[in-house]
């Protein structure tokens, strides 16, 4: 076991050894994921997902193995893993619940469903109900917006889409996810759970079970979302064309 001090949760924890948290199989799809670049910095972003797939978060030893496997620096990938806000540093639920609580959401709903979500679960922003990566253990967050405002108020589940909730609904959903349920999102993939949703964001769609063509097997865009574009059909509109002459600006030179 090796001693860790996390200097962004001020947190000891004490994990198995590196080596065998990222066996063999890990760094067999670490090396797929850098094959896909034409540098292997580039790969940081899934092989951060990589990460989050096998350890539920992004520890130390986590940034550690991406340093390791991409010929950085840890201040380097810990510098990426700490801006970006689905990078998780400490260990998640089985399942991340996700309340978008910007304006349009909140003004309809939003900011009333995490309220209840929280004092439910009994966690504030970014914490964990129940053991996590257990059977009925999620993880709460605040979202910005979802990129779902003509259906809010809305949440994801594993970034799955649960659009139009209130919170009542939030709560039913919430509490099927803590006895081990997997509700059909309104829309998008079936749901599965946070670390095999890690995977898929890393680029592996090899998840136990599934079946060719699983993850386009929902609908992929509500009616209210299509509306416009069914519309503008309707009524022949169309956008303007591209003047042939429009400049196109030059590559930039690689270094
Ligand atoms: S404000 Fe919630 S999806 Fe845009």
């Not at 919430?174 to 993939?189: N, S």
């Not at 599965?192 to 060719?212: C, I, K, N, S, V």
Request: hydrophobic letters at 35%; glycine letters at 8%; aromatic letters at 6%.
């Amino acid at each position: 076991m090796t001693e860790q001090f996390d200097f962004t949760t001020t947190e000891h924890t004490i994990s198995p050894p590196r080596e065998q948290v990222f066996g063999e199989d890990v760094r067999a799809d670490a090396r797929k994921i850098v094959e896909r670049y034409p540098e292997s910095r580039s790969a940081l972003l899934p092989m951060l997902h990589l990460v989050q797939s096998v350890q539920g978060h992004v520890g130390n030893d986590g940034i550690e193995f991406c340093a390791e496997q991409l010929a950085l620096s840890a201040a380097e990938v810990s510098a990426v893993a700490t801006f970006y806000t689905m990078y998780k540093r400490t260990p998640c639920g089985r399942h991340i619940v996700s309340v978008c609580t910007n304006t349009l959401c909140a003004a309809l709903g939003g900011d009333e469903i995490y309220k209840g979500l929280s004092e439910h679960l009994g966690v504030g922003h970014d914490e964990t109900a129940g053991t996590p990566g257990e059977e009925g253990s999620l993880t709460l967050e605040h979202a910005e917006c979802l990129a779902a405002c003509d259906l809010a108020p809305v949440l994801q589940v594993d970034y799955e889409y649960y659009d139009k909730q209130q919170p009542e609904s939030a709560l039913e959903l919430v509490k099927a996810l803590q006895r081990g349920e997997k509700p059909a999102p309104t829309r998008g993939a079936p749901l599965t759970d946070f670390r095999t949703t890690e995977r898929q964001l890393a680029g592996f769609f090899d998840r136990p079970g599934a079946r060719l063509g699983d993850t386009v097997d929902g609908p992929s865009a509500a009616p209210e979302t299509l509306r416009g574009a069914g519309m503008a059909e309707q009524r022949g509109w169309t956008s303007p064309a591209m003047p042939d002459d429009a400049p196109i600006p030059p590559l930039p030179e690689k270094e």
